[in-house]
T-cell receptor
Framework: DSGVTQTPKHLITATGQRVTLRCSPRSGDLSVYWYQQSLDQGLQFLIHYYNGEERAKGNILERFSAQQFPDLHSELNLSSLELGDSALYFC?????????????FGPGTRLLVL | TQLLEQSPQFLSIQEGENLTVYCNSSSVFSSLQWYRQEPGEGPVLLVTVVTGGEVKKLKRLTFQFGDARKDSSLHITAAQPGDTGLYLCAGARGSNSGYALNFGKGTSLLVTP
């Protein structure tokens, strides 16, 4: 158990819908990272938040947005869902956000868009 | 474009065999990390290599970082069924104010008894 929790574990929805994925980092960790894992693209970095502020952005679509709240939990919002958005979404956390820190990954949310 | 290329993509071997997995890039990374991911779970960090030419050992696993810090390898000696999983390499890019981990697509390893 990494100490990072993600809800829900599974999500099935239809195209055009909007969903929110939730992540609670390890106790004391200030950084939260979101990743998308699909069979064809592998694990892709989406976005990094540190203590409530956005710090780095990867290949995150405009239909996707994220935020980190004062209690440090984070939410990833996916809207106007398409079939291709079906994937595993992972959240990871680290203590501060420096390059060589260990990132601890949650168990992921499996999203299926029908 | 994948910054990190891993090979082979799939590997099926018998218990007791040795294997090597490669992670190559045309970019220089300040550090490379190796993760192992089991089905239904998130990746778990195995090791971070920082210095060019560095070799790190973790029981039967040996990790090497290339001299130019563009490539890395993972060697497993006497593989066991418990080694089965997806092995991912990842390189960090960015500044200290925010950074991204770039992952390879992984090597899926199956070790049969």
């Amino acid at each position: 158990d990494s100490g990072v929790t993600q809800t829900p574990k599974h999500l099935i929805t239809a195209t055009g819908q909007r969903v929110t994925l939730r992540c609670s980092p390890r106790s004391g960790d200030l950084s939260v990272y979101w990743y998308q894992q699909s069979l064809d693209q592998g694990l892709q970095f989406l976005i990094h938040y540190y203590n409530g502020e956005e710090r780095a952005k990867g290949n995150i679509l405009e239909r996707f947005s994220a935020q980190q709240f004062p209690d440090l939990h984070s939410e990833l919002n996916l809207s106007s869902l398409e079939l291709g958005d079906s994937a595993l979404y992972f959240c990871a956390s680290s203590e501060g956000g420096a390059r060589r820190e260990t990132q601890y990954f949650g168990p992921g949310t499996r999203l299926l868009v029908l | 474009t994948q910054l990190l290329e891993q090979s082979p993509q799939f590997l099926s071997i018998q218990e007791g065999e040795n294997l090597t997995v490669y992670c190559n890039s045309s970019s220089v990374f300040s550090s490379l990390q190796w993760y192992r991911q089991e089905p239904g779970e998130g990746p778990v960090l195995l090791v971070t290599v920082v210095t060019g030419g560095e070799v790190k050992k973790l029981k039967r696993l040996t990790f090497q970082f290339g001299d130019a810090r563009k490539d890395s390898s993972l060697h497993i000696t006497a593989a066991q069924p418990g080694d089965t999983g997806l092995y991912l390499c990842a390189g960090a890019r960015g500044s200290n104010s925010g950074y991204a981990l770039n992952f390879g697509k992984g090597t899926s390893l199956l070790v049969t008894p």
